[in-house]
């Protein structure tokens, strides 16, 4: 009878695990890697010399809309912009940044990389110094789907603003960055005094494919709680082939270097 009982009680432990295990959850790591693969896979968007696009942006309530040319070297990071509409250029090698006639709203270090993380958010989730924890599932506004969240944040030192977060919405089937929310820690692009700005949502509307990876063409950005966008963006004119101009960030008589702050470290 004892051993009946003790088989009995093992069948049913090992059940138990069987089903445990077909029913795990994926790991943070597992997670990042399927939304990889969804968008193009690591390979070619590593091995690009360059990332470059243009961007179209539009406040809300504006008519003006304001075109640049974004250029990013892989790896390095160093990147240059044009704003041909008001003659501006600016540039960052890696330590500091530099413009020419710069009117835009934030500063030429934080703009460096800023529309190059948006749209590159897939990727980017594989950089040193990134740490990934899973929020389990949320929904977006309006959107009834249980999308797979992920918590991404930097370790210290890492970057301008260290203390950036970034919540990923990964869509369960097709495995594609559907949203972004994220606050901004960059001092020099806040109010005085202020640490964090709220929490933004960035929803990525449309996509296309370029050399095999799927990439954003338009997305909009939102306060968090807010139904009409404060800022929408569209990218066109991707490119993974150009090269990079080291030229270009030298900086000219005209110049000014950016001295603003970056986040606390």
Known sequence: ?????????????????????????????????????????????????????????????KKERMLSRVTVEQGRRRAYHDVPALSARMAWDGTKAWSENWKLPFPPRFTALLHYYFANLPWLTRDPGV???????????????????????????????????????????????RSVEYVVTYAGALPEGVKSSPPNLLLYEEHATVNGLVV?????????????PYVSVRLRDWSFSKPFDPSRLEMPAGGAVDTSRPGAR
């Open 216 to 228: 954003p063409t338009r997305y909009e950005i939102f306060g968090k709680e807010g139904h009409v």
């Open 1 to 61: 009878m004892k051993t009946r009982f003790r088989g009995a009680l093992a069948f049913v432990f090992a059940l138990v695990a069987s089903a445990g295990h077909v029913q795990a959850a994926e790991s943070p790591r597992q997670i990042v890697d399927s939304m990889i693969a969804a968008h193009g896979g690591m390979e070619t968007w590593a091995s690009a010399p360059t990332v470059s696009f243009e961007v179209e942006e539009s406040l809300a309530g």
């Open 131 to 177: 740490r990934l924890a899973s929020e389990g599932t949320a929904k977006l506004p309006g959107d009834s789907t249980d999308y797979m969240t992920l918590r991404m944040t930097f370790e210290r030192g890492v970057g301008d603003s260290p203390r950036d977060y970034y919540v990923l919405f990964v869509h369960p089937q097709t495995r594609r960055l």
